[in-house]
C-alpha cells in the first residue's frame, strides 16, 4: 500500500521541493512551501532520505495561490505567488554557494523579478503522441495533452491553437516553437514521426500557416520545408538572426536585463574580451563596441553560422567567432584577455575551461550559471587561482519554475 506521512514544511531545496524532516530523515516533498503542515504520498525511500509528493495541505502557507494550469507539470511552482518563488531562488543560490566554499563572502543581491511571471516564453518543444500534443509528464514519457499554454508569448499561442486544428497524428513526433519577442511573429520545426511522407508534411506545414497569421515558416529538422527558417529578434541593440536549434534565452525582457548586468559588470571596458560558451553571441555582439576584439567560442555550428550572420547584418567587425569545445579552444588561443563571460550549459564548465581561463588571467570574469548547484564546483578553482566573487545577482528568467540563473562577477586580486 502507498505510505503516506504527514510533516512540516521548513525549507525549500535547489530543484524546488518543500523540506521537512520525519525522524532522522530529510524528506524533499515537491508541491510543498515552508510554513505549511502537508500529508505526502511516499515516492522514494533512500537511506537518509525520502521523496514524496503532496496529497493534502493540512495548514497553507500565506504564499500559496490556486495554480492557473492543471496538470502544469511544467509549471511546477505555480503554486507560489510570484514574489516568494523570486526570494526562494535567491535564497537557494546562497545556501548553494555558501555549502559549497564555506568562508566565501557571497556579495549577493536579491533576485531580479521578471516584468511579467507569465506570458514570457519565447520557445517551446511539444511533443505528440497519436493526437495529443504537449509536454511530456513529469518524469514520464506520455504526452499531457495540452489545449493552450498561458506561460508562452501570444504568437507561441496561435500557433499552438493553428497546429491543434489539423490533422497532425501519425505527421510529426516533436515540435519546436520560437518566436520572435520584439516582432511578434514565430517559426517552428518540426521532427517528423517515424515514416512520415515528405509531401504530406509539406501540407501540413502550408494548411499550419494558413491557419495561423503569425507563423512565417516551418522546417524539417534542420532543412526549409515551407516558408522561412530562421527568425529575427533584437538584444542588446543587436538584431540576431536565429535558426530554430540555435539557444536563445527563453524570456526576452530578462535576456536584455542580462545583457545590462554583464556590460555594467565588466566596466571599464576595452582589450579583449573572451566569450566562452557563446551561442549565437548574446553577449558578443551587444558588447563588441566596448572591446577592441570579442572571441566567441561555441561548439554549435548552426549558432555559430548565425552568430557571424548577424555580426555582418550588423556591420560589426570585431568578433570573431570559433566553432570548438570551449574546453579544447580557449586553452589554445593567443593571450591576453582583459575580461571572459563563461556561460555553460546546465553542466557547468569543463575544469579544462576553467583552467585555461585561469591561465589567460582575465582581469575580471562573470560566469552565468542555470544550476545552482554546480556554482560551487565550477568556482572552486577560480577562488583558489584568486579570484574574489564582487556580486552575485540572481535574475528570474523562468517564472512558475524552479529554475535559476544566476550571474556571478569575479575579480582577479
Ligand atoms: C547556456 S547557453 C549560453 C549561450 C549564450 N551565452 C547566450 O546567452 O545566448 C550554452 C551554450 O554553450 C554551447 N555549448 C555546449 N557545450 C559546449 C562546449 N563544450 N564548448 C562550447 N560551447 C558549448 C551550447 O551550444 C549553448 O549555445
Not at 90 to 103: D, H, R, S, T, Y
Not at 112 to 137: E, F, K, T, V
Not at 160 to 181: D, K, T, Y
Request: overall charge negative; some cysteine.
Amino acid at each position: 500500500m502507498d505510505e503516506v506521512i504527514e510533516l512540516d514544511i521548513d525549507g525549500i531545496a535547489q530543484g524546488g521541493d518543500g523540506v521537512g524532516r520525519l525522524g532522522e530523515l530529510v524528506v524533499f516533498v515537491s508541491g510543498a512551501l515552508p510554513g505549511e503542515r502537508v500529508r505526502a504520498l511516499v515516492r522514494e525511500r533512500h537511506p537518509r532520505f525520502l521523496r514524496a509528493t503532496v496529497s493534502e495541505v493540512l495548514h497553507a502557507a500565506p504564499d500559496r495561490v490556486a495554480p492557473l494550469i492543471s496538470p502544469g507539470d511544467h509549471v511546477p511552482w505555480q503554486h507560489i505567488a510570484y514574489p516568494a518563488q523570486v526570494r526562494y531562488k535567491a535564497a537557494i543560490v546562497a545556501e548553494q554557494i555558501n555549502k559549497f566554499l564555506p568562508g566565501v563572502a557571497v556579495p549577493i543581491q536579491p533576485a531580479i523579478a521578471a516584468p511579467q511571471p507569465w506570458g514570457y516564453r519565447n520557445s517551446a518543444r511539444l511533443h505528440a503522441d497519436g493526437a495529443a500534443l504537449g509536454y511530456h509528464a513529469a518524469g514520464a514519457k506520455t504526452v499531457v495533452d495540452l489545449a493552450d499554454d498561458p506561460l508562452l508569448l501570444p504568437a507561441l499561442r496561435a500557433a499552438l491553437a493553428g497546429l491543434r486544428q489539423l490533422p497532425f497524428a501519425g505527421l510529426i513526433n516533436e515540435v519546436h516553437l520560437r518566436a520572435s519577442a520584439t516582432y511578434g511573429y514565430a517559426a517552428a520545426r518540426i521532427d517528423p514521426a517515424p515514416g512520415a511522407d515528405r509531401t504530406a508534411l509539406a501540407r501540413l506545414a502550408a494548411a499550419w500557416m494558413a491557419a495561423t497569421p503569425v507563423l512565417a515558416g516551418v522546417t524539417l529538422g534542420d532543412e526549409p520545408l515551407v516558408g522561412a527558417d530562421a527568425i529575427y529578434d533584437e538584444l542588446g541593440g543587436v538584431v540576431f538572426r536565429l535558426s530554430l536549434s540555435s539557444f536563445f534565452q527563453v524570456n526576452h525582457a530578462q535576456a536584455e536585463r542580462m545583457v545590462e548586468v554583464v556590460r555594467a559588470a565588466l566596466a571599464p571596458h576595452g582589450g579583449r574580451l573572451l566569450d566562452a560558451y557563446s551561442g549565437v553571441g548574446s553577449f558578443a555582439l551587444p558588447l563588441a563596441a566596448a572591446y577592441d576584439e570579442v572571441v566567441a567560442v561555441e561548439a554549435y555550428q548552426p549558432a555559430v553560422e548565425d552568430g557571424r550572420q548577424s555580426a555582418a547584418a550588423n556591420q560589426i567587425t570585431n568578433v570573431q567567432y570559433i566553432a570548438g569545445a570551449a574546453e579544447r579552444v580557449v586553452g589554445r588561443l593567443p593571450g591576453p584577455f582583459q575580461a571572459a563571460i563563461l556561460d555553460p550549459p546546465r553542466r557547468g564548465c569543463h575544469p579544462a575551461l576553467i583552467e585555461a581561463v585561469i591561465s589567460h588571467a582575465p582581469e575580471r570574469i562573470v560566469y552565468i550559471s542555470c544550476h545552482p548547484g554546480l556554482i560551487g564546483r565550477d568556482l572552486a578553482p577560480l577562488a583558489t587561482a584568486g579570484y574574489h566573487l564582487i556580486l552575485v545577482q540572481p535574475i528570474d528568467l523562468f517564472p512558475q519554475t524552479p529554475h535559476i540563473e544566476t550571474i556571478i562577477v569575479l575579480q582577479r586580486a
